[in-house]
């Protein structure tokens, strides 16, 4: 298999009928390959298609046209293989965190005996720090405990794949970089290729080998993609302190910027050559870096 | 942080009435843990004091309005009388139970009982004897009293009605004279009219005026004192306790099971000699068919049950077994239809018109149907296996289950079943998304969806849908009992109406109070049960 090409996605289109019975495009033509183990972000302005990208690959929402490959197979319909974690913790409130993780283990590891996946469970929620926690009730949790759990059933189904649609929206800032840790320090034990959807510029620096800038919809695509060459692990006080963080900042808010004012007109697709090309700052690029809190 | 002993029994206490649903003791358990005095008071007052005070005010109200409206079956019966009636029912539940225990007694326990019910007839015979002879003597007094009373009166009446024939006669004689001096053309005929019309005017007054005399007469001979009242009502029940007693005793001296039994098994033994002694084959035979013939009835004696009256307790025992077996059958039938339908809509297109048509059908209409079809199911149902074996059950065979109770059963089956479905349909089909796309991510099989996903997710809403079936079905069993005399509350109520005796509104309206206290507390545990399964904590919908 071409560790390159792990993830293929080409021309994938999404279209949805208005009332009057035509189809609208909400995402066209969009390209994007990620290598094995790699970390992209894909980010731009809500109601952008970032998510509707992220649940065809994780195959809960069909395709109209294009293609979706992962790991040389087709993508048809969901599966563990493609786990995800979504921006709401989404655990069955009946069950508690373990077996609510249990729940994915029984599915992916039914070779295994009981002792084994009751020992792999433990392991999981023990990397998201809920060693403690593991026989609570969601209710009885705090949103970021919940996301944990939510990750660690991601992660434990030892998945091909892993998608993150905005994971971490729905926290509070100081969660949220606890949470950031957790997912990098798992990722990069665990080496799993990986999709995260987000509209926060610093996270996806922070987080990712390479941004994916999308264009606003209708039609949107791939507008840049931005290569962040810090090397892993990644300490934050490292990544902030960076004498190119705030050029990779600066080019995505700009590009961000841009895509706002050029909202109503038609912003032509990218194409294919754009892929993994080296950073170009774009002309208006913004010379004062943004003064707000780094890392929110 | 750690709790304290008293806070942990106090938390849990309080847990306790919000999760039974009684949550306006809530500041009671505060105040006795010396939480926030004052606003428990005050809470205590304006949630707790001020409903009794206003139940208390509804009762008084209904005493004074109560026996101001005369029926034909008596005055309307006040809260007393209800209680009374309540404790009449009561009493004539443990007679029914001494009996049935004197019944089934044998050997030294029938003997002690026979001396002790023996010992207390003679004390309440003589006690009642007494009471006679003290209801005699104030009848006596109290007829002198009212003769006494009566006398003037009667002499006032006689002497009123005595002036008023004598005025009549003299008011006639002129009237006659008047005519003839009409037809003599010597007086006016427009006086003899008016002279007609005042000897009318005068017979109506004069009537008027000796009823009013009688009336008071009446009053006085229909109202006797209290004191006759109390002392007739203390004869009744001793000589009724008397009367009990005596029953007691013939069910212990000859109506007893094993004396019966005893009797039968001496029957064998002689048929048995007879069989011993006999020579010619038919003899022999027809000893040991004897003999055969004493065995079974021997046994079937023995396992004669008292044959019991029903009383109220009985019946209330009767409806609930018939309300859970019909509830029962409703949730069988829409736990499994209502997932379907919640799952695919073409199952729910399909029911749907059958759901719309038959759910606004009146019980009454159900119960006659099933009455019809499931009588055809049982041609001879005391011998019918099913009915012999509800029989042979150790708690439900005093029951007396028969093709009556499966049809009043089915009737509230099929009335119960509506709401659950509905709601259980309701519960699979609006079931998260996101909890379905967690199911599709794992490909979970269609058994672990169900009954990981699907089930305890829409659990809440089917416990609310069975919650309403079981007060639908409580009501439909009332009605439906009524109305096909099958055992149970609501044939107590009608056998009441149609018995008519002095006891009988107070009874009803004793009936009414049992059957709403039962459907309360039921009600009750099907919030329980929905609060255990909920899992988001809500609060239940009081």
Known sequence: MNENRYVEIANLTKAYPNPFGQDIAVVKDFNLILRKGEIVSVIGHSGCGKSTVLTMLAGLNPITSGSLIVDGREVAGPGPDRAVV????????????????????????????????????????????????????????SGGMQQRVGIAR??????????????????????????????????????????????????????????????????????????????????????????????????????????????????ASFSKKLLDAPVEFVEDTVKEPAKEPVGV | MSESTTDKIKYGLLKTIDISGFKVFDPVVRLLFGEEPTKQAVDIVKYLVTPIVFVLLCMALWTVIAPRHKTKSGEVPTPTEVWAAAVVNDTLNEREDEKETDFALSGEGREDAIMEVSAALIIKEAESVELKSDLLQIEKDVKAEITGKIAPLQEAYDRLSQKNRMIKAERETNIHSLAEGVASKKAASADLLQAIRDDKAATEAGRDAEKLIKEEINEVRNNPPKALKNAQLASNAVANE?????????????????????????????????????????????????????????????????????????????????????????????????IMCGLNKVVMACLTPIISIFKPVSPVVWLLIFQIVVGAFFPDPENHPLFTFFAS??????????????????????????????????????IDQDHMNVARVLRLSLWSRLFKIIIPSSLPLVFAGLRISLGVGWMVLIAAEALSSSDGLGKFVWDEYQNGSSHSFANIIFACFVVGIIGFFLDRIMILLQRSVSFDDGAAVV
């Open chain 1, 86 to 141: 979504f921006q709401s913790p989404c655990l069955l409130p009946w069950m508690t965190s373990f077996e609510n993780v249990m729940l994915g283990i029984n599915q992916v590891y039914s070779h295994g005996t009981k002792v084994e996946r009751k020992q792999i469970c433990e392991y999981y929620l023990s990397i998201v720090g809920l060693a403690d926690s593991m026989h609570k009730y969601p209710r009885e949790m």
């Open chain 1, 154 to 267: 991601a992660i434990a189904l030892k998945p091909r794949m892993l998608l993150l649609d905005e994971p971490f929206g729905r926290l509070d800032s100081l969660t949220r970089m606890d949470l950031q840790d957790v997912i990098l320090e798992i990722l990069d034990r665990e080496r799993v290729t990986t999709m995260l959807i987000t509209h926060d510029v610093d996270e996806a620096i922070y987080m990712s080998d390479r941004v994916c800038m999308m264009t606003n919809g209708p039609e949107a695509t791939v507008g840049q993609v931005l290569k962040i060459p810090f090397a892993r692990p990644r300490v934050r006080s490292e990544v902030l302190d960076h004498a190119h963080y705030y050029d990779f900042r600066a080019c995505l808010l700009s590009f961000l910027q841009k895509q706002e004012h050029r909202k109503a007109a038609h912003v």
């Open chain 2, 242 to 338: 008397a009367g009990h007693l005596s029953k007691r005793l013939d069910y212990l001296k000859t109506g007893n099971r094993s004396l019966k039994v005893t009797e039968a098994e001496d029957k064998t033994v002689a048929a048995l000699q007879k069989l011993e002694d006999a020579s010619t084959p038919a003899a022999v035979l027809a000893a040991a068919k004897l003999v055969v013939g004493g065995e079974e009835t021997a046994e079937r004696i023995a396992e004669q049950r008292y044959p019991r009256t029903a009383t109220i307790w009985f019946q209330v025992k009767r409806s609930l077994f018939t309300v859970f077996i019909g509830f029962i059958m409703a949730a069988v039938i829409a736990i499994p239809v209502g």
């Open chain 2, 393 to 430: 059950l150790p708690l439900v065979g005093g029951l007396g289950i028969n093709p009556a109770l499966v049809f009043s059963a089915c009737t509230v089956a099929i009335c119960a079943v509506w709401p659950a479905l509905v709601n259980t349909a309701l519960g699979v089909s609006s």
